[in-house]
């Protein structure tokens, strides 16, 4: 049974996710253990390296639009997808799926107001969505279903939470907030131990290219540029 207060009070939802990895961040620096620490910043600030984005942020991406095809005009309708047949499974991933690298506030209010998160696509890649079809596109964006953004912030969650509990199995109650004093042999394990949790493989990311031609790039990382 958890002794610590911090590890009681997350689970009970009594203090913020936020706080409790600002919390993180502290023992970290006493494990010195800059992976964790990093991990923790990257999740408050957001991710300003893609290649830090931990796989749990991937999220599926719809592409909705109106288009005329056949004669007939449809609105906020999924776009056709025959470019993907172009592609190898890897490279289809690519482009339906994004990495999320937006704070963990950012992605909290968005639950709160109950928004999709989304951009339009720009007119240039827009053609895109007619390559294989007699369609014409007028509008076109990106969106991430509300639910994948509620995954993101729960697994996070439950990380800080195995992180506290091997802390605190390794170094006993954490409410003093301070490890410093654990030998050098039990740091080393507990550092492995944590770099298992927050470690996470990473996919490169496409772009897609003028006309009908796509090549490896950025398209999506474009598409939620600010």
Known sequence: MPKSKIIKELVNDEISLEKALH?????????????????????????????????????NFI???????????????PLPM???????????????????KESLGF??????????????VTPENMQLFSVGTNTEILLARGEINLPEIIAIVNE???????????????FGCLDDMDISNGSDTIKEEARQKINQIIICDTYNNMEIGDGNTIKKS???SKLFKK
């Open 23 to 59: 919390r993180v961040i502290v023992l970290a620096k006493d494990l010195k253990d800059f992976k964790l620490e990093q991990w923790a910043k990257n999740e408050i600030r957001g991710y300003s390296n893609p290649e830090e984005i931990p796989e749990y942020r991937r999220v």
């Open 82 to 100: 025959e470019f993907l047949k172009q592609l190898s499974p890897e490279e289809q991933k690519n482009i339906t799926t994004y990495k999320m």
């Open 63 to 77: 592409f909705i639009g109106s288009y005329i095809g056949g004669g007939l005009k449809y609105n906020d309708a």
């Open 107 to 120: 992605l909290k209010l968005s639950i709160e107001k109950n928004e999709k998160l989304g951009r339009p």
């Open 156 to 170: 996070v969650k439950t990380r800080v939470l195995d992180i506290l509990c091997e802390l605190e199995d390794k």
């Open 218 to 220: 950025n398209f999506l």
